[in-house]
């Protein structure tokens, strides 16, 4: 299953003001169906702030720009299995505020969550904080200050932290501050000691060669160096792709963006594809001469080389915006746009996938409004629905019993196997494909033999079985396959 975020649109939307609020919804790419699993409403967050965070939890994390009491952003975490969602954190400046830009939560090998956020804090230059989902306590671990050798302001819109798992430092860097020139810094910061290094910091304008403006997060590529994007900075002062050695300190531009091979890729990252290639997204140029809305990009670290893949015209998504995703059971990228699709002017944006294999590219989805508008991040969660989260195929134990369906995978009939448990009258069998939709309910399982699930009707895919008690209670649940 796939978990994106819109920057508006959902229930709320107007046509007059598609900004209202933002979703979170999923997206089954076996199906190709979407849903809206839950639409804000500014006092529980307003504007999402990139993709979620999949914890150790089974619970998914985010942030948004604005809402909640102090109308600052907030904290949330959202049930997949309940599509619940509850604010954990209201900004209030003081610990922080979203603003125009924010972060991306990452798990810290301590089991703490980690972000930063835009303004707000001791110098009102932005925070990097921690959160307990634990003990529920959140903490401001370090205040960024513009110009000293120790920080920075404005730490960058939707970035993510990178931690060493084997030090377990954490670094990152910052859209501006740090003098001389105001044009950023990749940092590190220790969780054990709250201390923060800075190891560069960029001009004020693009100067030929350095980077400007950090405004992705870091991905460790095979050669163990870090990379990253600016928005600004390099030959054509259109962005850059750099590279970071976390032993040296030492930050080096490695390609230039312009004209037809993209620019400006504000608010992406680069991800790691299973054959060792980078791959990314800038949210504009492509064609000849650069007119293009934005390109899909293929990087080579061997050889720091950049290759276009895709170049975005409006119909087909405008504005890339995020970090891609790759499924590693059919190794296909899937991206979303701020901007174009069809049906509106100029356009809600689209979710789309990318065959690295074929180099074919297809839109899967046009947003509208009442399914959310200006996508701008996307979670692969893998044997989720929003019922049952079960990585057993055929097979759960539970306190009472044992149940089983078989034959697992089969054609659409199943026979459920209820050991160890003494069933009584008006149990309640209900099974659900992976957009949490009800396929099938069977009421008065009062025995083995009656237990046969019968989805002949439903396509080929994966669904999720529950059996409980007229009261609700659990007696068990699992997953079946469907493969004919």
Known sequence: MIYGTTFGGGAYYSSNNPNNYGTIFRYNPITNKQAIGFSFNDTNGEYLQGRLLYASDSMLYGMTQYGGTSSMGTLFSFNPKTNKETVLINFDGVNGAGGPGGSELIQGKDGFLYG??????????????????????????????????????????????????????????????????????????NPKNNLLKRYFIGPLNGNGHDPEGFTGGLTKANNGLLYGMSIGGGNHDSGTIYSFNTNSGTVQTVYSFGGAHGAYPNGNELLKGANGLLYGCARQGGDLIGNGDGVLFSFNTTTNTEKVLKTFHDTDGSQPWGRLIEDPDNGLLYGVT??????????????????????????????????GAFPNGLTLVKDTSVHVIHTAVSEVKNESGEVKAYPNPSDGIFQLEITNYKLESNNVVEVYNLLGEKVYSHHQITNASNCQIDLSTQPNGIYFYRITTQSGELIGEGKMIIQR
């Open 116 to 189: 930063t956020t835009w303004i707000g804090g001791g110098t009102n230059n932005g925070v990097l904080f921690s959160y307990d989902i634990q003990t529920y306590k959140d903490s401001i671990r370090c205040n960024f200050n513009d110009s000293t050798s120790v920080g920075s302001r404005q730490a960058g819109a939707y970035m993510e932290l990178w931690q060493d798992t084997t030090t377990g430092m954490l670094f990152g860097g910052t859209e501006g501050g740090g003098f001389p020139g105001q044009g950023g810094v990749v940092y590190g910061f």
């Open 338 to 371: 701020v901007y174009g699709g069809v049906g509106n002017l100029p356009g809600y944006g689209v979710l789309f996938c990318y065959n690295i294999t074929t180099d074919v590219y297809t839109k899967l989805l046009n947003f509208t409004g009442p399914n």
